[in-house]
């Protein structure tokens, strides 16, 4: 099983500021990475999908980079609707595998 | 309208039995692999067993091995999750989600409750 370790577990931020998530797997994915974002009580929502592409309706404010076992996802200005919980999730083979969440949490 | 909605969800003793539906609409099912994630209260997203398109290939999570069971009707644009030997670990959120070219769709969730 691939496993995927997202870091820091919590950042405290503030609007308008850059949030900068990390995403190490345990062995090489290529470029099949995406990450999720996830509020309270709702479906996890696809942002970026095979490391660095946005999903339709994504913003631009959302980017994804990385490949092979490290991969980091930033949001260039956070919005007051962009604090929420982050996933990266693995999808290299049938099995996907997701990280355990980074909260982004307004300071 | 794209959309998986999944339902059969609900409360049951450890050990029952239960089958989560996951009906899809607005799009070409039967050309789609289809997953099932699951949320424990409070915790992270959990890959649970897919299928592929044609019914043909199915993995499972070896958390669930040997008692979930994932099916799909394709003329009924549907997917299954049959669950049996239930255990308390097993209570979550379950979804049932598919990846397209540009966008995944996930259903809303549907909550399972393993409980004396």
């Known amino acids: 099983e691939i496993v995927l370790t997202q870091s820091p577990a919590t950042l405290s931020l503030s609007p308008g500021e850059r949030a900068t998530l990390s995403c190490r797997a345990s062995?090489?994915?290529?470029?099949?990475l995406a990450w999720f974002q996830q509020k309270p009580g709702q479906a996890p929502r696809l942002l970026i999908y095979d490391a660095s592409n946005r999903a339709t309706g994504i913003p631009a404010r959302f980017s994804g980079s990385g490949s092979g076992t490290d991969f980091t996802l930033t949001i260039s200005s956070l919005e007051p609707e962009d604090f929420a919980v982050y996933y990266c999730?693995?999808?290299?083979?049938?099995?996907?595998?997701f990280g355990q969440g980074t909260k982004v949490e307004i300071k | 309208q794209v959309q998986l909605v999944e339902s059969g969800g609900g409360v049951v003793q450890p050990g029952r039995s239960l089958r989560l539906s996951c009906a899809a609409s607005?799009?070409?099912?039967?050309?789609?692999?289809v997953h099932w994630v699951r949320q424990a209260p409070g915790k992270g997203l959990e890959w649970v067993a897919v299928i592929s398109y044609d019914g043909n290939n199915k993995y499972y999570a070896d958390s669930v091995k040997g008692r979930f069971t994932i099916s799909r009707d394709n003329p009924k644009n549907t997917l299954y999750l049959q669950m049996n030997s239930l255990r308390p670990e097993d209570t979550a959120v379950y979804y049932c989600?598919?990846?397209?070219?540009?966008?995944?769709?996930w259903g809303q969730g549907t909550l399972v409750a393993v409980s004396s």
């Open positions: 999730q693995q999808r290299s083979n049938w099995r996907w595998t």
């Open positions: 062995q090489s994915v290529r470029g099949y």
């Open positions: 989600a598919t990846s397209m070219a540009t966008a995944d769709i």
């Open positions: 607005g799009f070409t099912f039967s050309t789609y692999a």
